[in-house]
């Protein structure tokens, strides 16, 4: 089946201690994205990679990295989570760096809470 | 600046009235709509987008550009069809970010 995934779907850490999530797509997509969600401020885009090796910083990227090694897998790792990192991310890929129409399609989503 | 505007947070209507969820953009260049749709306990799915001028689920979209609007439209609304809806731009640099630009959403419900 056709799908990204992400992992862990919900993590509850403390300030400070460095996590990975990650995201992996079985579809051989070359974008992939990292959204966080938060209440009154909608979708907003951390990160981006066009294809292996090449990445970006979308619209809030400060106190996240990610990497891309591999084109299945787009991991977002907080190496120092601070409590306004709560929030809500989605994992996202689409086909290729063609037309603007391409459908991105979503992971499940990871609920991190920052204490 | 590039913005898409949902004025509706909630929207409440009876199983079989019409209903429309109002997105309105601000963008210079040519964007590119879409209607995502996110089911209880479900993960975020693209409903439609306004290239394609199709009907998902008896949905409808139609871009305005005169306007600057892609409402979502449905003549007869079931129960099924409760959940939260986004509209979205994409309009990167061409060949560049394909980011999304997001609404804050509209929460549906259709009442029985």
């Known amino acids: 089946e056709a799908q990204v995934t992400q992992n862990p779907r919900y993590l509850i850490t403390v300030t400070g201690k460095k996590l990975t999530v990650t995201c992996s797509q079985n579809?051989?997509?070359?974008?992939m994205s990292w959204y966080r969600q938060d209440p009154g401020l909608g979708l907003r885009q951390i990160y981006y990679s066009m294809n292996v090796e090449v990445t970006d910083k979308g619209d809030v990227p400060e106190g996240y990295k990610v990497s891309r090694k591999e084109k299945r897998n787009f991991p977002l790792i907080l190496e120092s989570p601070s409590p306004n990192q709560t929030s809500l991310y989605f994992c996202?890929?689409?086909?290729?760096?063609?037309?603007?129409?391409?459908?991105?399609?979503f992971g499940p989503g990871t609920r991190l809470t920052v204490l | 600046a590039q913005r898409v505007t949902q004025p509706e947070k909630l929207l409440s209507v009876f199983k079989g009235a019409p209903v429309e969820l109002k997105c309105n953009y601000s963008?210079?260049?040519?964007?590119?709509l879409f209607w995502y749709v996110q089911y209880s306990r479900q993960r975020l799915q693209l409903l439609l987008r306004?290239?394609?001028?199709?009907s998902i689920k008896g949905f409808t979209a139609d871009l305005n550009k005169g306007e600057t609007s892609f409402h979502l439209k449905k003549p007869f609304a079931q129960e099924e069809d409760s959940a939260m809806y986004y509209c979205?731009?994409?309009?990167?640099?061409?060949?560049?970010?394909?980011?999304?630009?997001w609404g804050l959403g509209t929460s549906l419900a259709v009442n029985p």
């Open positions: 996202a890929s689409s086909l290729s760096g063609g037309a603007l129409s391409d459908t991105q399609y």
């Open positions: 979205a731009l994409s309009g990167g640099n061409a060949g560049n970010n394909r980011k999304l630009i």
């Open positions: 579809m051989n997509h070359e974008y």
């Open positions: 306004h290239i394609s001028r199709e």
């Open positions: 963008y210079s260049g040519s964007p590119e």
